[in-house]
């Protein structure tokens, strides 16, 4: 016992508010609970899966990486080492970093990579935050195997608005792949054409059964009969949106990206890359063992996936342990029914305070293109439709990334790195989803820029994103660093003011939105968090095509609507 008392003590000890980390900082900050400190290295690991052993980055030697403990107004702290020959940073995503932009972590955006060999260290305050977010690389395609769960419990004495569950367990959905992601990135884009699929979706880093070599690379939940268990549900796939099911048992939603819902019973989700969600599930049917499925949600036309479900196992106590599971059903790969039905059931638990006099109002088209061959070698190099290359665009401006972080080009009024041009609205208006053009590559080129939309302090915003018809419609799931958003309407077809139906009582507050095949949706937010935030869509083949933004709030008024001077580690480029 005495041991125990020791172990005890020091973890109580070790979870104590380290009030000498805060001399540095000149600026007032918002006051946090605890200070929890970690400690992130990034290494490699060598793994065999699917028959193939090969080196994975990894943060700490863990595949998926360490779980990020905190409570909500906490201050995190966490030291990150590069120990690999790749540029690396760690994007906390969900976190709103009010203040603190200069640690949101993704590459030549807020910051220039952290360089082979050195370290930098994030800190930030999880205001008025609390649920399930994931933190991940945000250089290249490393987050296929860099992340990681961030739980961040309620203050203590605050219960959960739902019955306390026997026990919590994260769900991390991820896509293998056996080559290098790196230099596959490299591959693709210098091929000019679409990215091959993963060679595995994975629950919690395992394939499951399905897969070749993988009949003991499985994840299991061992669960009691009658309890009722949360999930926390985090999609950190690369390219792929995916269904996830429960054989024979039913998901209540009570949280999505990390804000409580209205309990919402359905038989399946569908989660983009980004996007969290937790479900409760009771273990209610006869002993046994069940299949947990993941699999694809592919809304484009023409384009290979991985059509092979990851299965772990939900499995009960007193189960025969060798017996055959219990197979789940989830919906074809394209049933846009499926994710309508989900997202429909998304409102928020209480009634929130919705914008609803609109100071800046977006209109912004997302979508995919096809530019003229520029290439000497164009077998090589220009796969894409009619011999181009594809790319991809937000009002048909694609986003290249600068050599210094927008971030420190903004505040350092550096010139030459970034524009203030992003356009409000598309330059021209016809039916987007149905009459895009499409005679490629002569009408599908897009225009390529460092453009930024810069926004006042306090600003009610409206986004309206519409998807395109160009090469073909598709679900976009776009995230915005730094805010989260009321998604006040969605529907399909062109977006039409007249007839556009908005919740403006309820709506669910999210930070990554499933724009929908062929249709548009239309978030809210008051830009009341100054700095340089990306807004990009969150399958990392259009990303590195160029689907994405910037968005710059500048400061409001006082130091606590100012953003605070850089640390004096950030990496150099």
Request: hydrophobic residues 40%.
């Amino acid at each position: 016992m005495a041991n125990l008392a020791t172990i005890f003590l020091c973890l109580s000890l070790w979870m104590l508010p380290y009030p000498q980390v805060f001399h540095a900082m000149a600026h007032k900050w918002p006051g946090g609970g605890s200070t929890r400190i970690y400690d992130f290295k990034v290494q490699t690991l060598r793994v065999t899966k699917l028959c193939n052993a090969k080196e994975i980055v990894t943060i700490n030697k863990m595949f998926p990486g360490p779980v990020v403990y905190a409570q909500e107004d906490d201050r995190i702290i966490v030291k990150v080492t590069n120990e690999i020959p790749y540029n690396a940073t760690i994007h906390w995503h969900g976190v709103r970093q009010k203040l603190s932009c200069w640690f949101d972590g993704p590459s030549y955006i807020t910051q220039c990579p952290i360089q082979a060999g050195q370290t930098f260290t994030y800190e930030f305050t999880l205001v008025k935050q609390k649920g399930t977010f994931f933190w991940h690389a945000h250089v290249s395609w490393l987050r296929a195997t860099v992340y990681g769960a961030i739980v961040v419990y309620p203050k203590t004495g605050v219960p959960y608005p739902f019955k306390h569950p026997y026990e919590e367990h994260i769900v991390i959905l991820g896509e293998y792949w056996l080559k290098d992601v790196v230099q596959l990135e490299r591959q693709v884009l210098a091929s000019g054409g679409g990215s091959p699929p993963a060679d595995a979706f994975t629950i919690n880093g395992h394939p499951g059964p399905n897969y070749n070599c993988s009949g003991n690379d499985v994840y299991k939940i061992d669960v009691v009969p009658g309890k009722t268990y949360l999930l926390r549900l985090i999609n950190a796939g690369l390219n792929m949106e995916n269904f996830f099911a429960i054989a024979f048992h039913k998901l209540t939603i009570v949280e999505a990206d990390a804000e409580y819902t209205k309990p919402f019973t359905t038989d399946r989700v569908m989660l983009g890359p980004g996007q969290t969600m937790n479900v409760l599930v009771t273990a209610d049917q006869p002993i046994g063992k069940y299949s947990m499925a993941m699999g694809p949600y592919m809304s484009a036309q023409n384009v290979a996936f991985q059509n092979i479900s990851a299965i772990a196992y939900f499995q009960y106590l007193g189960a025969v342990p060798n017996s055959i599971s219990l197979p789940a059903k989830l919906p074809s790969f394209n049933d846009n029914l499926a994710v309508k039905t989900v997202m429909d059931g998304l409102k928020s638990l209480n009634p929130v305070n919705v914008p609803k006099e609109i100071d800046t109002s977006l209109f912004v088209t997302v979508g995919l293109n096809v530019n003229k061959c520029q290439s000497k070698t164009p077998q090589q190099n220009c796969q894409g439709m009619n011999n181009g290359t594809l790319a991809a665009s937000m009002n048909n401006i694609s986003f290249v990334k600068p050599t210094l972080s927008v971030l420190e080009a903004y505040y350092k009024k550096i010139g030459g790195h970034f524009t203030e041009d992003f356009p409000g609205a598309p330059l021209k208006f016809y039916d987007f989803v149905n009459g895009a053009p499409n005679n490629a590559p002569n009408d599908t080129e897009a225009v390529n820029g460092t453009r930024t939309k810069v926004i006042e302090f306090g600003s009610k915003v409206q986004i309206i994103f519409q998807d395109t018809g160009t090469v073909t419609t598709e679900n976009h799931p776009i995230h915005l660093h730094g805010y989260s958003f009321y998604v006040v309407g969605y529907g399909t077809g062109d977006f039409n003011p007249q007839t556009a139906e908005f919740n403006l009582i309820d709506p669910p507050y999210m930070n990554t939105i499933g724009v929908p095949v062929g249709g548009w949706a239309v978030i809210r937010f008051v830009a009341d968090n100054p700095g340089v935030w990306f807004m990009h869509c969150h399958l990392d083949i259009h990303q590195s095509w160029g689907l994405g933004a910037v968005l710059i709030v500048q400061n409001g008024e006082g130091e606590l609507e100012t953003l605070p001077h850089p640390p004096a580690d950030l990496p150099r480029c």
